[in-house]
C-alpha cells in the first residue's frame, strides 16, 4: 500500500511516501539494515553537537526483550506494536555535557534525529510508526534511564504487512489519506498569522 | 564546499551531504523553492497530527524585516545570519487543539518538520543553518506569537557561499570535519548504558 502525500509543489520522494504503518510484515530486518537507520539518525544536527539521543532496542528475536519494550507502550499501541520485528523506544539527554545546565532543544534534537532514522527506513523500504503514547516512567524503570534523561517515543519497525491483519477500526485508519494543514494556516510574515505571500 | 560524512554504513546522499554552512551566496531564493520546504516540512509526522508548528520567514527582498528577524537572533549567530537570503524563526504551540492540554511532544515534532525542511534545502542545493541560539521573548514580542506557543529555533537559508568572506574563526568551523559518537555510545539494548550487538 502506498500513501503519497497530496501535495501541489514537489517534495522529495522519501518525505512523499513516509506514512505510518500499523500493518507489518513478519520478515525479520537484517543488522545492517538497523545499523543504518542509527546511522541516519546519528548524522543528524543538535544544538552544540550535544547529540542528546539516546535509542534503546529490542527486536523479535530477543522475544523477552520485545515483551518488555511493549510493556512501556500505551495499550493501545500494544495491540497492533506487539507484530512489528523491531521496537525502539528513544531517550533525550535534558542536560547539556559541557555545562550541565537544561538543553531547551533535546526532545526538539530527538524530532531531527528520529526524522533521518524514518527517512532511511523509507528509502530502505521500511515502514516507522512513531508512537507519543508510551509510558516515560515505566521504561525508565526498566531500563534503569538515568536522571536527567526521559523517554520521548516508542517506534516499531518492519516491512510492511497486510492491512487486512489489522482490526476493523484499525484497518479504516490504515487507508486513510494522510491528511495537513495549507501552509497560510502555519506559514507567515511581518506578524503571527499574517500568512505569508509565499503561501499562495 | 561538501563535508559529507563519514559513515562506516551507507545512508541516502541527503544525509550524508547536510551540514550547517554560515557563508551564503547573495543568489535570491525563488518563491516555489522555499514553498516546496515548507511543503516538505508540512508533510512530517506529528503527535494527534496536531502539526504543532509554525514558521516566521523574512526575505532579504523585505529589508526591514529581514533586519527584525535578525534581532531575534543571538548576537554571535547575527554576524554570520545577515548575509543568509531568507531568515525564519520556528515556533511551537504548546498544547493540543482538541483538548487544550499541554504537547509533550510540540519541541520533537518542529523537530521532525524541520528535518523534512532541511532535507528538502539539501536536495535542492540549498544549505540551511540551524540556530538553538535565539531571543524566545524577542521573537514573541516582535511578532505577537500567542499565548500557549514559544519560539524554538532560528533558520538561515540560502546556496552555499564562499567560506572566504568569513573571519578566521568562522572560516576554521565552517571547514571542520562533522564528527558524531559511535552508535555504542548511544544505541542500547536489555538495559541503559548496554551497548546493542548491531553497535559493532
Known amino acids: 500500500m502506498q500513501k503519497s502525500a497530496q501535495t501541489q509543489f ?3 520522494t522519501l518525505m ?4 505510518s504503518p500499523r500493518a507489518f510484515a ?6 545492517e539494515t538497523l545499523q543504518s537507520l542509527l546511522k541516519a539518525a546519528r548524522w543528524a544536527a543538535s544544538c552544540f553537537n550535544e547529540q542528546p539521543w539516546g535509542f534503546l532496542v529490542a527486536t523479535k528475536q530477543q522475544e523477552g526483550e520485545h515483551t518488555k519494550m511493549l510493556t512501556c507502550l500505551a495499550e493501545a499501541n500494544q495491540h497492533w506494536a506487539k507484530h512489528a520485528p523491531v521496537l525502539m523506544i528513544t531517550v533525550a539527554k535534558l542536560t547539556f555535557a559541557h555545562n550541565g545546565k537544561p538543553n531547551r532543544h533535546a526532545f526538539h534534537d530527538i524530532g531531527l534525529a528520529v526524522g533521518n532514522l524514518v527517512l ?6 521500511l515502514g516507522v510508526h512513531q508512537m507519543a503514547g508510551i509510558f516515560p516512567d515505566v521504561a525508565k ?6 536522571e536527567n534523561h526521559e523517554a520521548v517515543t516508542g517506534l516499531a519497525i518492519g516491512y510492511m504487512g497486510d ?3 489489522l482490526s476493523d477500526e484499525l484497518r479504516e485508519r490504515e487507508s486513510a489519506q494522510r491528511t495537513r494543514h495549507p501552509l497560510s494556516h502555519f506559514v507567515f510574515t511581518e506578524q503571527w498569522g499574517q500568512s505569508a505571500p509565499l503561501t499562495t
Chains 1, 2 share one sequence.
Not at 512523499?16 to 506514512?19: D, M, P, V
Not at 532511511?120 to 523500504?125: E, S
Not at 524503570?141 to 538515568?146: F, R
Request: charged letters at 20%; a neutral charge.
Open 26 to 31: 513478519i520478515d525479520v530486518v537484517k543488522k
Open 120 to 125: 532511511q527506513a523509507t528509502d530502505l523500504g
Open 141 to 146: 524503570s526498566l531500563y534503569n534511564i538515568p
Open 10 to 12: 514537489p517534495i522529495h
Open 16 to 19: 512523499q511516501e513516509r506514512w
Open 163 to 165: 492491512p487486512q491483519s
